[in-house]
T-cell receptor
Framework: KNQVEQSPQSLIILEGKNCTLQ??????????LRWYKQDTGRGPVSLTI?????NTKSNGRYTATLDADTKQSSLHITASQLSDSASYIC?????????????FGSGTRLLVRP | DTAVSQTPKYLVTQMGNDKSIKCEQN?????MYWYKQDSKKFLKIMFS???????INETVPNRFSPKSPDKAHLNLHINSLELGDSAVYFC??????????????FGSGTRLTVV
């Protein structure tokens, strides 16, 4: 069964610190992997998209890595800011039953404290 | 502003009522979606339309009926609302169905509460 699991479920860090969020997936065949940021009361916003052949991709202070062999991805946030407080969702896309689908993790809830 | 906009943002209604949620995108995208985000925060696809044609229809009750009058609009009508329908519903759009290179653009959600 295609699944995406994220850890930790929630995380609290101090402003200015770095953190790393994890994503493991059992999706096959894999198409691409995305990280989204979802602020409270808003829709998810795309941070990075990586295909099978990409190992790392950056978007400002956000750096995503992908190991397609172990089916793991991480999102590293550098020098965290209060505005980074949000849920971070790992999404893997695949062709399932002849349909192209996004399979969502349940997210990591990050709280950045001053 | 180029965006996916959905209305209303909040909807509180009684069991048994019929309600609609509207969605519009001005991004020129060909594909639109409805997702449901449950209490555990998982987002699950409900429907997908490509150029006004239904492409994906996941296992959702027949009480849910999407309607796409044109490719910029995808509305969701729900009949005979039940307590279990309470969730946040997100509309989204993408350039094409298998959008390899670009992310999906999501609306800000409609929080539906059935009492």
């Amino acid at each position: 069964k295609n699944q995406v699991e994220q850890s930790p479920q929630s995380l609290i860090i101090l402003e200015g610190k770095n953190c790393t969020l994890q994503c493991n997936y059992t999706v096959s065949p894999f198409s691409n992997l995305r990280w989204y940021k979802q602020d409270t009361g808003r829709g998810p916003v795309s941070l990075t998209i990586m295909t099978f052949s990409e190992n790392t991709k950056s978007n400002g202070r956000y750096t995503a890595t992908l190991d397609a062999d172990t089916k793991q991805s991480s999102l590293h946030i550098t020098a965290s800011q209060l505005s980074d407080s949000a849920s971070y969702i790992c999404v893997v896309s695949a062709w399932e039953d002849s349909s192209y689908k996004l399979i969502f993790g349940s997210g990591t809830r990050l709280l950045v404290r001053p | 502003d180029t965006a996916v906009s959905q209305t209303p943002k909040y909807l509180v209604t009684q069991m048994g009522n019929d309600k609609s949620i509207k969605c519009e995108q001005n991004l020129g995208h060909d594909t639109m979606y409805w997702y449901k985000q449950d209490s555990k925060k998982f987002l699950k696809i409900m429907f997908s339309y490509n150029n006004k044609e239904l492409i994906i229809n996941e296992t959702v009750p027949n009480r849910f009926s999407p309607k796409s009058p044109d490719k910029a609009h995808l509305n969701l009508h729900i009949n005979s609302l039940e307590l279990g329908d309470s969730a946040v519903y997100f509309c989204a759009s993408s350039q094409e169905l298998a959008d390899y290179n670009y992310g999906y653009t999501f609306g800000s959600g409609t929080r539906l509460t059935v009492v």
